[in-house]
């Protein structure tokens, strides 16, 4: 027996009771589908923040493949007061990847539930379970010849549309605002009930997938970022392939630009003429995921000079900002959308405009066009190779999108990096309204002094936007206690009373966005 | 004191105690803001619906004009468990007006709180209290010359953005889904705390109206359609004006073609051709609201003979089915989308498109053209006259935007109410992925048989439907409890656990969308 178990355990558990629920989980999923030797868990233990692992590590890892079997964990959990963590496709990385957000929680990782249940061609909806990836709803649509387009976050071939819009990820598409596009959940609720938010609940219903709200309170928000329940299946909206798309690219020469480039997209955005969630990135960003290594151009240390990066701007043609975007529709739908960008543009009196021909092909053109017109890749890793060491957090704060704002969010980032040795790999996107400051605080993880440093970095870039109103919409599990601070006891408040209400036994992911019944809220 | 003192009392709430609470009202919010007496409360009590309007009858009104106001009526409420029913501008028509849903209730009416705190020209942001009417906000656009434009439903003038947003009602602009467009939200909740939604809970942040969802759970859906709170200040997206704005119409001969219509819409909707939440509405719909009465065809009771409808069309020349949509942009972008338009009709080979030059300023396609471009006006509320005697009931279910089942919903919706010796006056609106079939039974509510006979037909609609799958999005308050049913019990449950949870005195509009303490869940 102690071979099979686990050396960690949950937060007030006692060895005998936590092995009495795994013998559980073994009598309800099989002996495979529960992990427990250290070995079976080293995939739901690494992560890129800086803490050490151990503060992360799991006590054990299951995997159900039905509803039935989640709600059988479910039931375990709160006999035993286990506490949870839901993984869907586990690759959640620079937020936490598949580690749970406390040392000894149980993993559930959802990953076998895998199936597409529907895909309707017509509507442009589909309904899909935790574990599909978005590759593998792309090689459906392709193989069945259904003309409707994905749209995905970077790590789109191994992520999920299940797992991205539960954490209100985005993407690069008209859809890019993932949760906007989404269609109805399935929960597991923490009393074991099965809730289908939506016209998912109405018997013999066929419009789960194409109305959004229901009848009374609208819950799928609640579930989200969130430890209320688990989603076991989640609708989403599909946009139809247009007959033409045309990616093309906007390079700006000066950091100083950013304000111009917000201004001149912002109208462009709000009346539709770019439909995408365009993006704004940085130099850095652009050359990382191409194969540039910081090595290639200094071995020393600490933030890299302006000058390096001006090199580097040069060698890759690159510019300081590099903006994407598309059009979409008949040809002559994406002429008139392109001659108004054009004569936009010219009236701004910088930038150069880059078409595809012009790309011919050459990256990172090639990977940003895929993420637009919803071919998945994976070139955006290329970013961790950029210092190399494995340390990854995302800083994300939110923006007016207008650019004042997005100037002084991107100086006071650079300086507070640069302060800390680190540099800015950073981009702007989405756009209606809004932009989401995508912000990628990357460092060495294997040296000890750098990792405390971007540490002492994230927390000061939290404090120094907190102070000047700006808050995250979205951090890695070290900081999530943190982040909701910035929000406010009364949002916290009303948290916990849903919490205690919802899932009195405190066993879905405590902790999770600073949700947990251990805090006196 | 008693002709002070109304003859209606909240449930199980003593004279005496009603009138401690009263007179705490008047010490707050003045003499003034206190309704306690029967002609005060006439304005209160005006139902549409066919029962007995002593059954809403409220206890008092009162008027609040601050949030600290609001939040004192909260806790006045909760020392003597009083049952308060919020009202924005209370022009509700049809779902129940200003009247509360349960007998005794104390109104709350925000219509004095009326500020239009913000609107972001550059950004297409605005900000309101629950009084402020879109009337309003449109005047104050037009004196300030903000090039943005309003989407309102059709009682416009009177109705207001945070009443119909809340109440997740729709409009037939581009931003015609309300609930989807708004973002930001102020409540205060049972226990007395100011909650704000999404970024509004952070200190000195100015993202409140450009970011939807802030951080962790998204509840802005929890409050709409719902008595977990009231909501005090909400935020929402406008369109910017375009330069062109071109509201078109095509009539279709035969009612038998909602199907053919169906389809060819979705596919030019799905690809924001078309980019507006279409309508396409029966022949009665479009004469009852420019004038024409059933009495000027005959005064047989009765549903009436398509014959008479058919004669109707021809007099009125009106389709069977009147399809209405606008095309927003520069003159090239509306020349080319229109273009596709016209291609499609082509291929559709019926249907007779009207421009709004042919047209020539006549009804009804002046003030659909008006609702499509953000004009307000009063020409729908025409539709009362068609029967006479104030009875209006919305049933409106939701179908998949597909033309089958358009179909289905019509012949269905037709048989039952003529069944009962009512007409099929109704339309479709909205129509990305889903159509909102939106029925309007109409009757004469002075009439006592017909009001049974209206009553009777509701109940069918919703059983008959109910058992092909199809459920409303929205009700009056007569109906609201047996609408909740229709959703299940599992979608119940939660309901009231948030309701327990969130106001355990059961104070805030108790009966709204079935969710009540007094229910056993």
Redesign the interface.
């Known amino acids: 027996m102690s071979e099979q178990t686990s050396t960690v355990l949950p937060k007030g558990v006692t060895a005998s009771e936590f092995n009495t629920a795994v013998e559980k989980f073994r009598a309800l999923l099989g002996d495979d589908n529960v992990l427990v030797r250290n070995d079976q868990l080293t995939p739901y233990k690494k992560v890129m923040m800086p803490r050490d692992a151990a503060e992360n590590a799991p006590s054990a890892a299951v995997t159900a493949t039905t509803v039935e079997q989640v709600q059988g964990v479910v039931r375990i959990c709160n006999e035993h007061k286990i506490p949870v963590w839901t993984i869907s496709t586990g690759n959640n990385f620079g937020y936490g990847s598949a580690a749970p957000v406390e040392r000894g929680q149980v993993v559930l990782d959802l990953k076998k539930m895998n199936r597409i249940i529907s895909v309707d061609a017509?509507?442009?909806?589909a309904l899909v379970e935790p574990g599909v990836t978005y590759q593998q709803l792309y090689d459906y649509l392709e193989e069945n010849d259904i003309p409707l387009m994905l749209s995905f976050s970077a790590p789109s071939a191994i992520a999920g549309p299940l797992g991205n819009t539960m954490d209100?990820g985005v993407g690069y598409t008209p859809y890019g605002e993932h949760?906007?596009m989404q269609?109805g959940m399935e929960v597991v609720?923490a009393n074991g009930?099965?809730?289908?938010t939506g016209?998912g609940?109405?018997?013999?219903?066929?419009?789960w997938?194409?109305?959004?709200?229901?009848?009374?309170?609208?819950?799928?928000?609640?579930?989200?970022?969130?430890n209320?329940g688990i989603c076991t299946k989640m609708g989403f909206?599909l946009?139809?392939r247009?007959p033409v798309t045309k990616p093309f690219e906007i390079k700006f020469e000066d950091e100083t630009d950013i304000a111009d480039i917000v201004e001149f997209i912002?109208?462009l955005r709000?009346?539709?003429?770019i439909?995408n969630s365009v993006v704004i990135a940085g130099t850095l960003w652009e050359a990382a995921t191409c194969d540039t290594r910081r090595v290639h151009y200094t071995t020393e240390p600490g933030a890299t000079p302006d000058e390096i990066l001006k090199q580097i701007q040069k060698d890759k043609d690159l510019g300081a900002w590099n903006v994407y975007a598309c059009l979409y529709?008949?040809p002559?739908?994406v002429e008139?959308?392109f001659?108004?960008v054009k004569g936009a543009l010219k009236q701004l009196g910088k930038g150069k405009l880059v078409t595809e021909e012009e790309a011919g092909g050459t990256q990172p053109f090639d990977y940003r066009a895929k993420l637009m017109t919803g071919v998945p890749n994976l070139q955006e890793f290329g970013l961790y190779n950029w210092r190399g060491g494995g340390g990854s957090m995302w800083f994300a704060p939110?923006?007016?999108?207008?650019g004042s704002?997005c100037d002084k969010q991107y100086a006071l980032a650079k300086d507070i990096l640069n302060k800390h040795g680190l540099d800015y790999v950073g981009e702007f996107i989405v756009g209606w309204?809004?932009m989401h400051h995508v912000i990628d605080v990357l460092y060495d993880r294997s040296n000890d002094e750098e990792r405390k440093r971007a540490e002492a970095c994230f927390n000061e870039l939290l404090d120094e936007f907190?102070?000047?109103?700006?808050?995250?919409?979205?951090?890695n599990t070290q900081f999530q206690d943190r982040?909701?601070q910035?929000?406010?006891s009364?949002?916290r408040?009303?948290?916990h009373?849903?919490k205690?209400?919802?899932d009195p036994n405190n066993i879905l992911a405590p902790g999770k966005?600073?949700?947990d019944l251990n805090n006196d809220f």
């Open positions: 017509e509507l442009g909806t209100r949760f906007l269609c609720l009930d099965v809730y289908r016209m609940s109405v018997e013999g219903d066929n419009a997938q194409v109305f959004k709200w229901g009848y009374g309170p609208t819950l799928d928000g609640m579930f989200t970022q969130a209320y909206w946009m139809p247009p912002r109208p709000l009346a539709q003429v439909p529709g008949t002559e739908q008139v959308n001659n108004i939110v923006s007016q999108a207008r704002e309204r809004d907190e102070k000047r109103g700006y808050a995250v919409y979205r951090v982040v909701a910035s929000y406010g009364t949002k408040r009303l948290e009373t849903l205690r209400a919802l966005s600073g949700i």
